[in-house]
């Protein structure tokens, strides 16, 4: 059976990076030792954007949280200006006061990387996040949990889709250096965390957004696996949420 989601429209990207902050901090405050399930991409920049202007401010301070990112691609290492690892640091990490070894990325130049897949799925079971953020995909992906991918997935080494290798190609000088391959959380390791928030904007996510919420879900379209988390809170801009019938 479908769980109730609950969906969040504001009008802005700066408007919803601000409600998410202020339910990050709502529910870590009331934990002693809680673990945040991080995303990286276009998305998630403007809340980190807050989250370090909170801090700044004498806001809420970072020193007993965890980490848990969501994926890196595979042979770029922490240095490289376009693994995940460099930009959560640039991004994140080095504005608050969270300890280095709290953080935690999959290792994309791991020598086994079979090893490092197992290692992480542990390390999420072991630590499900109190919240996970997400991104969408234009295609539906989560993490790198591209179409197709099973609900039953756990950590594993992933072949991105040309469509993921086109859209992220805006980050890199060229499409032939866009990573093929990353290790990504599986499906089923993202839906151990207690609560999950997506955020969706832009109109690329339109149709994405629209088939997560409104077709039975299926693997074709991963994210559409979030009808059956318990606890899943969306917001979305009005472009992202142009799609969605008035009546849903
Ligand atoms: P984006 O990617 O935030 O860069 O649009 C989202 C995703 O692919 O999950």
Known sequence: MRNIMKVYLLESPGR???AVLEQIKETLSEIENPVLGLATGSTPL?????????????????????????????????????????????????????????????????????????RYSKLVSDNPPDIQILGIGSNGHIAFN???????STTRVVDLT???????????????????????MGIKDIMKAKSIILIATGTSKAKALRRMLTEHYAEDSPASVLQMHKNVTIYADESAAHLIPEAF
């Open 46 to 118: 403007r809340l980190y954007g807050e989250m370090i202007r909170d801090y700044n401010n004498g806001g809420f301070s970072y020193k007993k949280v965890r980490t848990i990112n969501l994926d890196e691609y595979v042979g770029l290492d922490g240095s490289h200006p376009q693994s995940y690892r460099y930009f959560m640091n640039e991004n994140l990490f080095d504005h608050i006061d969270i300890k280095k070894e709290n953080t935690f990325v999959p290792n994309g130049v791991a020598k086994d990387l079979d090893a490092e897949c197992q």
């Open 16 to 18: 919803i990076a601000r």
């Open 162 to 184: 040309e469509n993921t290798i086109k859209d992220n190609s805006r980050f890199f000088d060229s499409i032939d250096e866009v990573p093929k391959q990353a290790i990504s």
């Open 146 to 152: 591209e179409p197709g991918s099973s609900f039953d």
